[in-house]
């Protein structure tokens, strides 16, 4: 599996942005995908997940900010960000797996497959 982000980009405060993961092949369809950050120093953190059934998971902290979508027909998974901060600013990353569920905290039990990131910045 294959993914690749876009989207990302310097926005500022307040602001919105959404960011994109396409994967490929387009036969397959993971079972559970999701977003994930990382931030300069830090290990990477769980955003948001969603499995192949639509069931979602959102990290506490960015609960109400942030909304996770999977379009099967587009092969695309979606993560739209709402009312940005500065401390938003971080690598964001795509991530994805055959098999895994979804677990809370916005995280998949097991994620096999990462995109290469894009970096998102609030000023």
């Known amino acids: 599996v294959q993914l690749v982000e876009s989207g990302g980009g310097a926005v500022q405060a307040g602001g919105s942005l959404k960011l994109s993961c396409a994967y490929s092949?387009?036969?397959?369809?993971?079972?559970?995908m999701g977003w994930f950050r990382q931030f300069p120093g830090k290990e990477r953190e769980g955003v948001a997940a969603?499995?192949?059934?639509?069931?979602?998971s959102i990290s506490d902290s960015l609960q109400g900010r942030v909304t996770i979508s999977l379009d099967s027909a587009k092969n695309t998974l979606y993560l739209k960000m709402n009312s940005l901060k500065p401390e938003d600013t971080a690598m964001y990353y795509c991530?994805?797996?055959?098999?895994?569920?979804?677990?809370?905290?916005?995280?998949?039990?097991?994620?096999?497959?990462w995109g290469q990131g894009t970096q998102v910045t609030v000023s």
């Open positions: 092949p387009v036969s397959t369809t993971p079972r559970c």
């Open positions: 969603i499995d192949s059934n639509g069931i979602e």
């Open positions: 991530a994805a797996d055959l098999y895994a569920r979804v677990r809370s905290g916005g995280v998949c039990s097991g994620l096999s497959y």
